[in-house]
Structures are given as C-alpha cells and as structure tokens.
C-alpha cells in the first residue's frame, strides 16, 4: 500500500498484521447473530461460506444446503447473511400467510445501483406501496384484462408470424424477434405506439435490457454485491450502469415527447398518466428527484414486460422440438377449438386443458427465475420457531419450489400430466401460485403487477405459434440443449429452430 513508504520496513509487517486483525474482528462482530436466528453451515472469517458455495448456479448450492439444514436456514455470502427459504410450504407460509413482513426490498448494492431504490420493482416502504397502487391502476385503465389489449396482443402476433414466415422453414435465431414482439405490449401501453422489429432505439433498448438481466445473475455480480469495495474490478458492474444510463436517456426521450404533447383532458398513454400523477401528487419535491423516479418506473415497466414473458416463449418452443408427441397433442386442441381460419382468443383457453397444462409446465419447468426478486423482513420477525430481524436479507428460492418432490413426484421431468388429473381436465390446485407468479414473484404482495398481462401474452403468443407452425430442430439436430444460459433471468442457450408452416 502507498501509505506504508512513510514507515520504516519493520513496521510494514505489524502494519499488516494490525489491519488484517481489524478485519477479523469487524468479521466475527458482523456474525453475531440473534438468539433462535435459523440455523446454517458455520461461516469463515471474511468469506463466510463462499468456499461452499457455487456462485454460477448459486440457487442449486443452495438447495443443497437445505436438505442438511432444513426449508428455514441462514447462510452468508461473504459478509452478507441471507436467510434462504427452501420448498414450497415455506416460501408459500412467508410470501402469502405473512406476505407483510417479507415485502421489503434489501439494499443490494447492484440493484440500488441502477434502480436508485425508485421506480416499483426496487424501491421499499411508503414509495413501492403509492407506486405499485398507481401502475397496477393506470395499467388497468389502459387495457389490462380488457379486449383492447387482446387485438393488441393477436396484432402483434399476426407480424410475429410474419416474421416467422419469411425464413421459409430454414433454422433461424428465435430469441430476439420473440424480445421484440412482447416488448411491443407493453410499448403500446406506455408509449401509445408499436415499433418495427428494425427499429434501431427499439432493438438496441431490448438488447442492452437482455444483457443487463444476463450479467446481474452472473458469478462476479454475486461478489460485488458481497463485497461492493471491489465493483471497480468488475468489468460486467459497469457495463450494466453504462446500459442503464443509456437506456434512461431514450426513456427521457420519449418522456419529454409525452410531456410536450399531455393533455389533462385526454390521457392516452401510460407515460402520460405517471407525469400527471408526479405533477399533481409530488409537486413540492425536487423535480430531479420526480423525474428519476418516473425513468425507474418505465424502465421497470419495460423489462418486467418484456424479458420474462419472451422467455417463457423461447422455452416452450425449445421443449415442443424436444418432445414432438406433445406439440402434437397441443397442436391436435388447437385445430379442434380454434380450427385454422382465425386467431386464437383468451375465450378459447377454458376448452383447452391440454395447451393449458403445456403452458403450465414450461413456466414450472424452464425455472427462468432461479433465485427469485431479493426480500428483506419489515420488522423483527417470529417465522417458524425462528427469530429473524428487521431488514434481514432473505431469498425466496423458487427453484426449490418448482422442484419440490412434495408437490410432484418427478419433479425433474417436463411432463404436462403435473396439471392434469386422470380425466385430463385442467387441474386448478393451489400450487398453480407457484407458477403462474413466477416470472416476478412467488405471490402475496410482491406479485408481479402486470401478472394479468403475463397471462394472456403467453396463451395467445404460443398458442398462436403453434397453430401456425411444426417447430423441429435443424438438420443434423436430434435435441436443442435444455441447460440454461445463467443470468437474473435464466434463457434458453442460442439456438436455432425450423419453423414450419402447417
């Protein structure tokens, strides 16, 4: 260290030795934990059980853990003490029977990086609960779970085939258009308008929110937010920050449009509505501050509805070419309810328990978020004969509730006949919170705001695509590689797919 030339060379060693002993002690006052706190693999000085942790699939060394130390148990990620909850009584008993003491955000250094602890997804306290009441309002108002946003949806599906179309049942890349396509709901709701899948703004916006969800769930991410001393090291901490200003700066740019052209008498877009809300509701705080927050909350809006129902897509046709017999089934529903003269429609999905059952499963089986959004207690809390304090970071594994061998007897297999009992009618369970939530949260307050949305995107979207096409690998391909490409959100690994016209 610089400091240490101004010292005589015999002093640099006890030099040494008095600031690593600071840090031991730092360490071991920084492990005390309270009395009855859950029960955990004893942790190191400095690294707490990073030695026993593998930060690329963080969730699967969890769900280790769990099953020496049980469904409530604590563990630390280098300084960083989580409590980790395991299988789905538990995460279920805290996220639903006490969903208010799990509703806080923790302050995790690379999501109060580019979130700022504003916008809905991030933020905590007062702020989410007036910012989640309005979108979850405006998006209703704008069409969510009403037939407006249905001829959006099978608009946009009639250019995705287009676009599907056009490669003539040669292999192609899936995952962007399908970005494109989803993004392109929740644009026409914010920004009143679609944008052409070569829209430069508009595939770039899409490509750099792909690749901060993709690094935010990588290994060296995991350090940082352990150690956020070392984010100068960390090459992947600024890339992320460097898209995030980037993607704000569009934002800010359809925002001033929206604000040149807003009119209190007709409201037309979402993006309206927030800085009419911000004018009328925030207008004695500093106008920095309003507008921050209203870029964090478009910019929430944009990835939540876009990544996650996009991906979902991705996996299922991956898992139709894998399992050809259920594309089949699926396919044989869908010419018998639908037919092949027009588009499908949400009315359609109650006599269809079989697609029903297929999209189920693709969101249970493909696991896109392994370790769940990050929780914190909003109070000391009494949970399970465990004591757990106000502020305690705790991750509500989802892997282990999608996986859980209590709840489905091969949990590793991808089999539809999970959502069907022995008539093959669609089963409607209470472990249908597990799925249908996932993209966002598990359930309770923390669900996903645009969950309604979700649904509807993905029923018409994929079942669309497969009244349309037979999906089948490339030549020379028996099977596309079902292991996850690792990130916050967990993708198919590129791939190509034939997509042929039926």
Known sequence: MELFKYFPTGYTSVLWLLALSLLLIVSVIRRRVPRNFPPGPTPLPLIGNLHQ???????????????????????????LKAVVLTGYDAVKDALVNHADLFTGRPRIPIYD?????????FSDGKLWQDNRKFVISALRGFGMGKKSIEDRITEEASFLVNVFESHKGQPFETAQIMYLAVSNIICSIMFGDRFDYNNEVFVHLTNMMNENTRLIGTAPLHLYNAYPSLGFLIPGRQKIIENQVKMHEIFEGFFKAAKETLSEISIQTFCEALIMRHQQELGSQDIEIKEKDILVTINDLFAAGTETTSTTICWGLVLMINYPEIQRKVQDEIDRVIGAGRFPRTGDQRHMPYTD???????????????????????????????????TYVIPLLTSVLYDKTQRENPNEFNPAHFLDADGNFVKTDTQLTVLTVPCSFSGRRVCAGEALAKVELFLFFT?????????????????DTSPRIGLVTNPKPHRVCAVPR
């Open 53 to 79: 942790l593998d930060l690329r699939r963080l969730d699967w060394s969890l769900m280790g853990l769990a099953e020496k130390y049980g469904s409530v148990f604590s563990v630390e990620i280098g300084p």
């Open 113 to 121: 990086d580019f979130s700022f602890r504003n916008g809905v997804i």
């Open 357 to 391: 059952a297929v999209i189920h499963e693709i969101q249970r089986f493909a696991n896109i978020m392994p370790m769940n959004l990050p929780h914190s207690t909003t109070k000391d809390t009494h949970f399970r004969e465990y004591f757990i304090s106000k502020g």
């Open 464 to 480: 669309t695509l497969l009244q349309k096409f037979h999906f089948q690998a490339p030549p020379g391909v028996t099977d596309l």
